[in-house]
């Protein structure tokens, strides 16, 4: 069982990265994919959230309206779009695997597997 994030980079403020999540190891379709970010000195957030079934997507506040999460099952690879990007969005991001139940998406504690996390860094 494997996650691969990919995408992060440097951007200034106002921009957008597309982060990939490549899964390999078990199937897309019976699981839900969690983003988070851990800023600089900080805990780790959930920002957003696919679920399995369906695709109901799940955003935190401080990203909805700016980040877009999308599932392609054939490609067994889960993607972030992130646009408008802010300084505070800077940090690790890691995509995660589990089953959470729709109020708890976002607690880090109801995921099985993580990926290595990538690097976003926007400056002002």
């Known amino acids: 069982v494997q996650l691969q994030a990919s995408g992060g980079g440097l951007v200034q403020a106002g921009g957008l990265l597309r982060l990939s999540c490549a899964l390999s190891?078990?199937?897309?379709?019976?699981?839900?994919i969690g983003w988070f970010s851990q800023p600089p000195g900080k805990e780790r957030e959930g920002l957003s959230y696919?679920?399995?079934?369906?695709?109901?997507?799940y955003y935190a506040d401080s990203v909805k309206g700016r980040f877009t999460v999308s599932r392609d099952n054939a490609e067994n690879t889960v993607y972030l779009q992130m646009n408008s990007l802010k300084p505070e969005d800077t940090g690790i991001y890691y995509c995660?695997?589990?089953?959470?139940?729709?109020?708890?998406?976002?607690?880090?504690?109801?995921?099985?597997?993580w990926g290595q996390g990538t690097q976003v860094t926007v400056s002002s």
């Open positions: 696919i679920r399995r079934s369906a695709g109901s997507t």
């Open positions: 995660a695997v589990g089953r959470p139940v729709a109020g708890a998406w976002f607690r880090s504690s109801r995921y099985y597997y």
């Open positions: 190891g078990f199937r897309l379709v019976d699981y839900g």
